[in-house]
């Protein structure tokens, strides 16, 4: 019986004038190789039919090229209803990580049965990204502890000191909505949103609006919101008590697209014509804003870009490198609300 001979990567290295590393990170897509490189690479070890022996090189540089994926959820929450806004960073977290080589282990937590960090300790990932509800405090807790252990993580807008996190820019998207609807005429402009969360991205929302209306020498108007609901109930109830109390308002800067869509629904049950006797801007660009009635203006985050920034900063603290925490770009997207 005839063994086969298994080609190395040393030697497709050889063959083309390469180095042995330029030829692994040639294979795993890593960026830093010129796509004109990574092409012959490929070409030649799929035509010698050459596969990475990915036990061999787990042994050899202790690493599992695999990237764990934490999605926090409110307690007892349905996975059905988690915002889709976190499904859509997820999609874009694991492109990011496909062509860079690594795999993907994707968990979705909610509570302290079933909440889980060691992936690097039990050999399943060199890292880990969280992302999800601010709102399960326990669970941002409990990430923050294992990141004083120093383990490997990067998070989606965390609030807690100890979590390295990559966040929109959420004081330009509160600058552009606010001047979108000064521009289209409004003079009472109400903020819808937590005044009270511990949730950095509402936290700067909320301060920039209370800035944008000092500056322009306008009254806040900031209702508050009935805790421990869902966000578009929240938008509901904010928004149908400012009618019953009769307090003007032309205008609504809704702190993400679900309060926006439960904001709507009061206007609506009020005969109140959105988009013409008030305007209504939303923030984070959701796809189901496009589907309400007007469909939705707001601000879109770029999720592809916020995808790539939070694995490259992950690949950043695994090489021992300060990662990069610039403030993913947001545009105003303009629809029937505002």
Known sequence: ?????????????????VSQPTVSRALRGDKKVSETTRARIVALANELNYSVDHNALRLRTQQTNSIALVILCRRGENKANINPFYLSLLGCIAASASERGYNLIISFQDSPDNFFANYTGSRQADGLIVIGSGQNVEGWQFFAEYARRETPMICWGASKEDLIA????????????????????????????????????FQDRLTTYMDEMANKAMQPICPPLPEN??????????????ILDKIAFDSLFCANDFIALGAMRALDEHSIVIGK??????FDGIATGA????????????????GEMLVEALIAVLNGKVPSTTPVPVKLLTRGTA
């Open 1 to 17: 019986m005839v063994k086969e001979v298994r080609i190395t990567a040393h030697q497709i290295a050889a063959m083309l004038g």
């Open 166 to 201: 990559v966040k929109s820019d959420n004081v330009q998207g509160v600058r552009l909505a606010i001047d979108h609807l000064l521009q289209s005429g409004c003079k009472q402009i109400a903020y819808i949103g937590p005044t009270n969360s511990e949730q950095p991205q």
């Open 229 to 242: 609901a869902v966000r578009e109930d929240q938008g509901y109830a904010a928004v149908k008590g400012l």
């Open 291 to 306: 589907y309400a009635q007007p469909p939705l203006t707001t601000i879109e985050q770029d999720y592809v870009q916020a």
């Open 277 to 282: 006797d008030v305007r209504v801007i939303g």
